[in-house]
Antibody, heavy 117, light 115 residues
């Protein structure tokens, strides 16, 4: 059974940092692109970043460029999102998803990040 | 103007069909994009439904019923998700997505009410 489990969310002050993790199981993690998608409370979906299978290529939404870094460790079947200089508008549930060229076929249940003083 | 525009809400009756539109911004030609569709029910992560580019380039998500299908309306510059034989369980938010300018872009979503 495919599983994606996010962790690392929580309450952080504006300007602070958090590192999200996504533990993958039930599939060959190293053969898939992986993606982070977020959803602000009561709002729609927003793609955040994705990363190639070997970590050699990454893409980001403009609003997080220079602040967020996506990475992966294929030896640990894990995906990460390092979030720095957090803003109130980054408050959201963050989902990791298995990315098959846009077909985000498997999703975790998400982890909530709240940026507030 | 947003890259993808979806009506915020749509209502339809059980057993009827619902056509959900995803309009691309002027200057972005729907004919050159694969359109991806997702369903999200309250309290749950999104679920992949399907991808549509043309009748020869389409993909149904695993386990997704065939009453969910995709198409395009070139005259409206829009992607369409058609749900036939509506059931109460289809009540959900639906999002379209495309790859544009090196980023995945979601539409704002349509809340489908089945009543």
């Amino acid at each position: 059974e495919v599983q994606l489990v996010e962790s690392g969310g929580g309450l952080v002050q504006p300007g602070g940092s958090l590192r999200l993790s996504c533990a993958a199981s039930g599939f060959t993690f190293s053969t898939y692109y992986m993606t982070w998608v977020r959803q602000a409370p009561g709002k729609g979906l927003e793609w955040v970043a994705n990363i190639r299978q070997d970590g050699s290529h990454r893409n980001y939404v403009d609003s997080v460029k220079g602040r967020f870094t996506i990475s992966r460790d294929n030896t640990k079947n894990s995906l990460y999102l390092q979030m720095n200089s957090l803003r109130a508008e980054d408050t959201a549930v963050y989902y990791c998803a298995r990315d098959e060229g846009g077909s985000l076929t498997e999703w975790g249940r998400g982890t909530l990040v709240t940026v507030s003083s | 103007q947003a890259v993808l525009t979806q009506p915020s809400s749509l209502s339809a009756s059980p057993g009827a069909s619902a056509s959900l539109t995803c309009t691309l911004r002027s200057g972005i030609n729907v004919g050159t994009y694969r359109i991806y569709w997702y369903q999200q029910k309250p309290g749950s992560p999104p679920q992949y439904l399907l991808r549509y580019n043309s009748d020869s380039d389409k993909q149904q998500g695993s386990g997704v019923p065939s009453r969910f299908s995709g198409s395009k309306d070139a005259s409206a510059n829009a992607g369409i998700l058609l749900i036939s034989g509506l059931q109460s369980e289809d009540e959900a938010d639906y999002y379209c997505m495309i790859w544009h300018s090196s980023a995945w872009v979601f539409g704002g979503g349509t809340k489908l009410t089945v009543l």
